[in-house]
C-alpha cells in the first residue's frame, strides 16, 4: 500500500492543478470565441444581429422571441462608450460582459425611465468625459449586449430602425 502512496499523491496534485487551470482559463476562451461570433460588424462597433432561428444560433441558447444587438469591445485603444435608445414601450436591457464572462454592468429600459443613455467602459487610469457615467473594469476586453424584447419575430421590421440607433465607439477625449 505504501509504494502506491506516492503515485496518487502525484496525481492528485496534477488532477487539482489541471482543475485550477481549467476554472482560470475557460472563461476566457470562452468569451474568445462570443466575441468572434457576435463580432460581425468587428471590434468596438454595434452589430445588430438576425433574430434566433435553429439553423442559425451565434450564443447557446438564444431567445426566439429577442433581437440581440452586440459590441464586442477592446479598451486598449481608449474607452468605449455604449449608447443604448430603448424602443418605446418595449423591453430592452444592456448587459455588459467583461473578458472572463463576469456582468459588470446591467440596465433595463425601466430603471433608463425609457430614455436614451450613455455608458463608457473604462480600464483604471483611462480619462474619460467629465459627467460620463462610468463602468471601470480590469479587462481591456468583453461583450456589450443588447437585448430587445419581441411580441412576435415579424414586428422586428418596424422596430429596427430605432433599434440601430443604439451604438457603441471609442471615445475621444479632447485635449
Known amino acids: 500500500m505504501r509504494r502506491w502512496l506516492g503515485p496518487i499523491l502525484f496525481g492528485l496534485i496534477v488532477a487539482a492543478a489541471i482543475a485550477w487551470a481549467a476554472i482560470l482559463y475557460i472563461p476566457y476562451g470562452l468569451m474568445g470565441i462570443a466575441i468572434d461570433r457576435l463580432g460581425q460588424g468587428g471590434v468596438n462597433s454595434m452589430s445588430y444581429g438576425n433574430l434566433a432561428t435553429p439553423e442559425r444560433q451565434p450564443v447557446v441558447r438564444p431567445s426566439p422571441d429577442l433581437a440581440y444587438s452586440s459590441c464586442?469591445?477592446?479598451l486598449s485603444k481608449g474607452p468605449v462608450a455604449i449608447d443604448v435608445v430603448p424602443v418605446p414601450g418595449r423591453y430592452s436591457s444592456l448587459s455588459i460582459f467583461d473578458a472572463a464572462t463576469d456582468v459588470?454592468?446591467?440596465r433595463n429600459d425601466v430603471?433608463?425611465?425609457g430614455k436614451p443613455y450613455r455608458i463608457v467602459i473604462a480600464r483604471d487610469g483611462q480619462i474619460v468625459?467629465?459627467?460620463?457615467e462610468i463602468v471601470r473594469t480590469n479587462h481591456?476586453?468583453?461583450?456589450a449586449l443588447v437585448r430587445l424584447l419581441l411580441k412576435e419575430p415579424a414586428e422586428i421590421g418596424g422596430l429596427d430602425a430605432v433599434r440601430r440607433q443604439s451604438s457603441c465607439q471609442v471615445v475621444t477625449i479632447p485635449k
Do not use: K
Open 72 to 74: 464586442p469591445y477592446d
Open 104 to 106: 459588470i454592468f446591467v
Open 111 to 113: 430603471e433608463a425611465g
Open 129 to 132: 468625459p467629465p459627467g460620463a
Open 140 to 143: 481591456d476586453r468583453g461583450i
